[in-house]
């Protein structure tokens, strides 16, 4: 078979398709975050335990039933099954980059919404997300995970301290790369189970970059899924959510995830972009500004703070990498030790 009947097989749609799904999943995902807007208003009147400080969820039931937590753990489960099942498919076909669909994206975007719109209807039926059953900081922890996981995975190509790369072993850097999705759809969708689907400000955000890591999920191996431009956004979002949900909890702590998050923007996350050196200044500069004049009005002793984020994930790239690096390590041993095993004297009768 050819390379171009080859393509053909793997393309169910013409280039091109993979742009048009995306912008029809981004205004999907902003339609989808209007109507939880909308219907929240009804789970109002749902009657909540007092929060009981950072270690706390607030929105759970106070007395969970066996269908809230069948439909929660059920729908979560049915979910992330089913993502891992067509990752495993797409690479098992080792499909290619194209500007098409592939069937598999197909029936991951199919997927992806209807286990949207379930858990909405599981919502307002059961109301009860994972937040009954585990700690708020797995949740957390799982998107800290993947922020370093990314940073980790794009250091070949935009380094980790502005352009300049780390020097890890390149094996390292291919394993996150091949089994990146796995993770991925997990974090992403044990995030997307975790809380109900409410209107406060933080959800409705938190949501909407659920959707749009769902809807890049679904786009794999086409070249919307490596467009940089589009994983910038991505990679940016958190900084908005994580700004908007500290400006909600009014706890003056705002400045430190927009200046810590952007701060690895500066860093990092624009020298994957096509930008002109001047335009690197320029936003530097605009950066140290804005923080020189945010911290001058909250106090300068507070400036340390700018620093704790970016200090988090670079201290969990250099820890991810020594986990990968390790198990390879570990697996290398292993075959060699079984294609190589040891010879045993044989003797006469």
């Keep these: 078979m050819n390379e171009s009947s080859t393509r053909k097989t793997d393309t169910l749609t013409p280039p091109g398709t993979a742009n048009r799904a995306l912008w029809a999943g981004i205004l999907f995902s902003f339609l989808f975050t209007a109507l939880i807007a909308w219907a929240g208003q009804r789970l109002d009147a749902i009657s909540l335990l007092p929060d009981q400080g950072a270690a706390w969820y607030y929105w759970k039931l106070p007395e969970p039933t066996f269908w809230s937590r069948l439909t929660a753990w059920g729908g979560y489960l049915a979910h992330q099954l089913t993502l891992w099942g067509l990752i495993w ?19 991951a975007l199919g997927a992806n919404a209807f286990f949207i719109l379930l858990h909405f209807v599981q919502t307002h039926l059961w109301y009860d997300g994972l937040a009954q059953d585990v ?10 995970v993947l922020l370093v996981w990314v940073l980790l ?15 890890l072993n390149k094996a390292i850097g291919q394993f996150a790369r091949k089994y990146h999705g796995y993770f991925f759809a997990w974090a992403t969708v044990y995030t997307f189970w975790y809380h109900p689907m409410v209107n406060t400000m933080g959800h409705l955000i938190g949501f909407l970059y659920m959707f749009l890591m769902l809807l890049q999920g679904s786009l794999f191996f086409t070249r919307v899924h490596i467009n940089r431009w589009w994983t910038f956004a991505q990679e940016g979002m958190v900084a908005v959510h ?22 690895v923007f500066v860093i990092t996350q624009m020298y ?20 020189g004049v945010v911290y001058s009005q909250a106090g300068w002793a507070r400036l340390n703070e700018i620093i704790r984020i970016p200090l988090i994930e670079y201290l969990g790239v250099l820890l991810l990498a020594a986990i990968f690096g390790g198990g390879l390590w570990v697996a290398r041993k292993v075959r060699e030790a079984f294609s190589h095993p040891p010879h045993t004297a044989v003797t006469g009768g």
């Design 89 to 107: 498919l797409a690479q098992k076909q080792s499909l290619r980059y194209t500007g098409g669909l592939h069937r598999l994206n197909i029936l």
């Design 135 to 144: 700690s708020i900081f797995s949740s957390q922890g799982s998107v800290i």
């Design 153 to 167: 995975m794009e250091n070949s190509r935009r380094g980790m301290f502005f352009g300049k790369k780390l020097p």
């Design 242 to 263: 994580g700004t908007l949900v500290a400006v909600q909890q009014g706890n003056g702590l705002w400045p430190m995830f927009f200046f810590g998050f952007t701060g």
């Design 272 to 291: 994957g972009l096509p930008l002109k050196n001047w335009m690197r200044w320029v936003i530097l500069a605009a950066y140290v500004l804005g923080a």
